[in-house]
């Protein structure tokens, strides 16, 4: 069955620094692969997605991620992290003909000043 | 401005009390959804909706009805709620079904059923 992975349940990064959030997906093709963001008390809101064709996808907000086939993963990176982008990040595969989406458990981001 | 809108967007009820959470976009969009969110299991889908009058069930569709008789709206009803349907429960829309197309998500609404 499909499934997603999100290893770290909660990361602590201090402003300005990298940022790498994992994502592990199980699935039998090719996927479609997205990352939301969920800010305090808000919905969710699309950063970015794979469908296909460039492994690297940029995303809003400065965010990017990376397909890795051979990895079965599609971590989402920001190379300088913003106060304000503490916040519930969701990784999820999309399954073709099934008309759904399935989610991870989400990473929750803390940044320090 | 596009937009989905969920109310109430708090609630606190008592078991065994029915209860609606309603649903809207402005977006003249095909497919509706419900999700409830729960810590440590991420979002789980409930129903589905691919157009008026079509829904189907999800991956946790007990203990709760949909009906999608407008394009734009698409209730979620709890006829009798109990403890383990206290959750963030989130609507989202999209064009058509997904993948492929980008789900918007509504602000979600907190439920405490007692």
């Known amino acids: 069955a499909q499934s997603v992975t999100q290893p770290d349940i909660h990361i602590t990064v201090s402003e300005g620094a990298s940022l790498e959030l994992r994502c592990n997906y199980s699935?039998?093709?090719?996927?479609?692969l997205f990352w939301y963001v969920q800010s305090p008390g808000q919905g969710l809101q699309l950063l970015l997605k794979y469908f296909s064709g460039d492994t690297l996808v940029q995303g809003i907000k400065g965010f990017e991620a990376e397909f890795k086939r051979s990895q079965s993963s599609f971590n989402l990176r920001k190379p300088s992290v913003h106060w304000s982008d503490a916040a519930e990040y969701f990784c999820a595969v999309g399954v073709y003909y099934t008309d759904k989406l399935i989610f991870g458990t989400g990473t929750r981001l803390q940044v320090f000043p | 401005e596009a937009q989905v809108t969920q109310n109430p967007r708090y609630l606190i009820t008592v078991t065994g009390k029915k209860l609606t959470v309603t649903c809207s976009q402005n977006m003249n969009h095909e497919y509706m959804s419900w999700y409830r969110q729960d810590p440590g299991l991420g979002l789980r889908q409930i129903y589905y909706s691919m157009n008026v009058e079509v829904t189907d069930k999800g991956d946790v569709p007990e203990g709760y009805k949909v009906s999608r008789k407008e394009k734009r709206n698409f209730p979620l009803i709890l006829e009798s709620p109990s403890p383990n349907q206290t959750s963030l429960y989130f609507c989202?829309?999209?064009?058509?079904?997904?993948?492929?197309?980008?789900?918007?998500f509504g602000p979600g609404t907190r439920l405490t059923v007692t």
């Open positions: 699935y039998g093709a090719t996927p479609y």
């Open positions: 989202a829309s999209s064009l058509a079904g997904p993948p492929a197309y980008e789900q918007y």
